[in-house]
């Protein structure tokens, strides 16, 4: 019998390969006694142990393919950082000449002292470097057990073709999983927007992570097939539905060759409505992919970006070249910059709640709040936009916003902006788009009032979902309740999409699921028109545009409304897109 799992599915893919179970977690560590005068031995093997991590690290660092967004390399280049800090470099050695014991035992108690002062901050961003720090161990641990690269430098032809099995994957694992030319990989931990996560997605590696006891069911060597569009790993498949898979597989590699074709076709349905389909730009590599794909322009450019890459706030003048750069390579097609979100899981040093650790980050000083709590941060940041306005057609954005007086405050402070550059003689686009995100259900509930104020209203669904479900989207063990087709979810968007029309003005939609095929047709029979996306998916949103008739999903609407539940509206959306 069939045995079905179920996780987050975070790369779309069909795959069917052998299970490769991989052991990259927690080498067992025992303590020994090291007799006195073999102490230096042991300091030496660990430092060799150090040097070659460092030297796998470097090699991992050069096969970065230059498709991967910049901040890949910025994860790599911390781990070699934390090879070379004394936590690790020096304190373990103290360690081990203090009390005659053995490397891995001296670096598996400097593991649990510094995993214990992450623990204790109630932040997912310090989490998050939690796991780098085990991520880090663990490759040196298995260094001086003298297994090599976890399992996988040296076995590179053992690995092509395989759907790797892991309790938990590394960003560095999934760059050599790449080079190696594995089919896929599943792991039992990871959220749908950790590292190794948005690095599968920008390298097309199918992945599901967050399956529970996956090692469980699963054996070494098994046929398995991975469905992550739909989150789940099957094992035991019987010939039929093996067939069935790889027919599927077969139309997937079709529709890709053929996907390059429309380029230059307009995406208009087949009733002949016009749609516009737009890039969420991070990197420079988004902004090739974007023309590549014949995107009509940028709905989002996450300004914090900007932010993360140096020491602290940027200048008003290097926020100023980087969005004139932006709206220069976008040739003349619209730039939707967003104004700073900082807080929740990014964070920038020296910027924002001066190191305080807030209970509940997402729900905290973050985006706007930080930027009208402190103006000095906000100003500039709008100076800089205004600025670069005159190069192209610029919108700005304001992120999460919660009531109207938010926006108003923030609509003063653009206005007293623009009033200093007009006294200084210096040129901005006096009729600026301001668009606000719907994320927060507060706003969505009352999207009419922010309707009445804006020139557009763009959905951030990743955080109205996270925010509607109470699901922390970077929580791995609530994943499995993050779903963007809950019956509340799909009211508030749809009741933002009724505001906007009222108002007369655009809305748009910016969040994940509005790059997701699976959501395509849905969002199109409840009245979006403007989707803004990972440039990667543009291309087959397109595909699914030309080949959808608005008139004939809106009829279909009355049963999605009707729906009672999520599932209810997953099994409607395999009906509605029976042939994409
Ligand atoms: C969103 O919340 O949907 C969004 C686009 O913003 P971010 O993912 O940057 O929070
Ligand atoms: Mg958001």
Redesign the pocket.
């Known amino acids: 019998m069939t045995t079905a799992l179920t996780g987050i599915g975070v790369t779309r893919g069909l795959v069917i390969g052998r299970a490769h179970i991989f052991h990259s977690i927690q080498p067992e560590v025992l303590e020994y006694n090291i007799p006195q005068q073999y102490v230096d031995d042991e300091v030496t093997r660990y430092e060799l142990a150090l040097a070659r991590a460092k030297q796998q690290l470097d090699t991992i660092r050069q096969h970065i393919p230059a498709s991967a967004p910049t901040e890949i390399a910025a994860f790599i280049d911390t781990h070699i950082l934390m090879l070379e800090d004394s936590a690790l470099s020096k304190v373990p050695i103290d360690y081990m000449r203090e009390h005659q014991c053995n490397a891995e035992w001296a670096l598996k108690y400097q593991r649990d002292a510094l995993v214990t002062v992450f623990e204790e901050m109630d932040d997912p961003y310090l989490r998050s470097r939690r796991d780098d720090v085990d991520h880090v161990v663990n490759r040196v641990q298995s260094l001086l057990g003298d297994s090599g690269e976890q399992g996988l430098v040296g076995t590179e032809a053992s690995l092509a073709g395989r759907v790797i099995i892991a309790e938990d994957v590394t960003p560095a694992e999934t760059i050599l999983f790449k080079s190696q030319g594995v089919a896929g990989f599943v792991s039992e931990h990871g959220g749908i927007n950790s590292h190794a996560a948005i690095l599968a997605r920008s390298l097309g590696i199918p992945a599901i992570v967050g399956v529970h006891h996956l090692r469980r069911y699963i054996y070494h060597n098994e046929m398995i097939a991975l469905d992550s569009e739909r989150g789940m790993v099957l094992a035991d498949c019987d010939e039929a539905l093996l067939q069935h898979i790889e027919s599927r597989q077969q139309i997937a590699l079709r529709q890709r060759a053929r996907l390059a074709d429309l380029r230059d076709r307009s995406a208009v349905t087949l009733d002949g409505v016009n749609i516009e389909l737009l890039a969420n730009v991070e990197t420079e590599e988004d902004i090739d992919l974007m023309h590549a794909a014949g995107s009509d322009g940028i709905g989002?450019y996450?300004t914090e970006m900007v932010f993360m890459m140096g020491n602290g706030a940027p200048s008003e003048e290097a926020q100023y070249s980087a969005y004139r750069h932006i709206v220069e390579r976008a040739n003349r097609a619209p730039v939707t910059i967003r104004t700073l979100?900082l807080g929740a899981d990014k964070q920038v040093d020296g910027v924002g709640r001066g190191g305080a650790i807030a209970t509940n980050p997402a729900l905290g000083l973050r985006a706007i709040r930080l930027c009208l709590k402190d103006p000095s941060l906000f100003y500039p940041q709008l100076r800089a936009i205004l600025r670069a306005s005159v190069y192209g057609k610029l919108r700005l954005m304001l992120?999460m916003l919660t009531n109207v007086e938010e926006l108003l405050q923030a609509v003063q402070l653009i206005e007293d902006v623009k009033r200093e550059l007009r006294q200084a003689n210096i040129p901005f686009d006096d009729d600026i788009p301001i668009g606000g995100?719907i994320?927060v259900p507060a706003a969505a509930l009352d999207a009419d009032a922010f309707a009445r104020h804006l020139d557009f209203l763009s959905i951030?669904?990743?955080?109205?979902i996270q925010y509607t479900l109470a699901v922390d989207r970077l929580d791995e063990d609530v994943n499995h309740l993050y779903k963007p087709a809950h019956p509340a979810v799909l009211k508030l968007i749809g009741m933002t999409i009724k505001a906007g029309l009222k108002a007369g003005i655009p809305v748009a939609m910016?969040?994940?699921m509005a790059g997701d095929a699976r959501y395509i047709r849905l969002l199109l029979g409840m009245g979006l028109r403007v989707f803004s996306m990972n440039p990667r998916a543009c291309l087959d949103v397109r595909r699914i545009v030309v080949n959808s008739s608005v008139s004939e999903l809106s009829a279909l609407m009355h049963s999605v409304h009707r729906a009672g539940t999520s599932n209810e509206v997953e099994e409607l959306l395999d009906r509605i897109n029976y042939d994409i």
């Open positions: 989002l996450r979100d992120p995100m994320e951030g669904t990743n955080d109205l910016c969040g994940e």
